[in-house]
C-alpha cells in the first residue's frame, strides 16, 4: 500500500507537468485539462458525496487519462518530468492535497447548495 501511495503523488505531478510542456501535444493538454475540471465539477456520473464508492468514477478517468496523455508524448519529456516529480516528491503531494481539499469543497459546497447534505 504504502508503494502504491509513494507512487501516485509523483505520477500525478508528472501529469500536471507534462500537460504544461511545451513539447506536449495540445490534445493531450486538454485531457488533463478537462480531467481537472471532471474531478472539480460536482455533478458526477457517480456523486462524490457517496463517499468511496462516488470516487471510482474519478479514479477510473483519472487511469483512462494517465495512460492516454502518456502514451501521446514523447518518453523523454515524461522522464524528463517524472524525475523532477520524483525528486519533488513533497510538492507533488502539496499539490495533489489542494486539489483533493479544492474537490471536497466544491462538492461539499454544491452538496449544502442543492439540499444533499
Request: glycine residues 6%.
Amino acid at each position: 500500500m504504502s508503494r502504491l501511495r509513494l507512487g501516485v503523488l509523483p505520477e500525478a505531478y508528472t501529469l500536471v507537468r507534462v500537460a504544461f510542456d511545451e513539447r506536449t501535444p495540445r490534445r493531450a493538454t486538454a485531457l488533463v485539462l478537462a480531467l481537472v475540471a471532471y474531478l472539480l465539477v460536482p455533478l458526477d456520473v457517480l456523486p462524490d458525496v457517496v463517499l468511496g464508492v462516488g470516487w471510482l468514477d474519478d479514479l477510473t478517468l483519472g487511469v483512462v487519462v494517465h495512460r492516454l496523455v502518456l502514451r501521446s508524448v514523447p518518453p523523454d519529456v515524461v522522464a524528463d518530468h517524472r524525475a523532477v516529480a520524483r525528486e519533488n516528491a513533497v510538492t507533488a503531494g502539496a499539490v495533489l492535497l489542494v486539489a483533493v481539499v479544492a474537490a471536497l469543497t466544491v462538492t461539499l459546497l454544491a452538496a449544502w447548495r442543492l439540499g444533499v447534505v
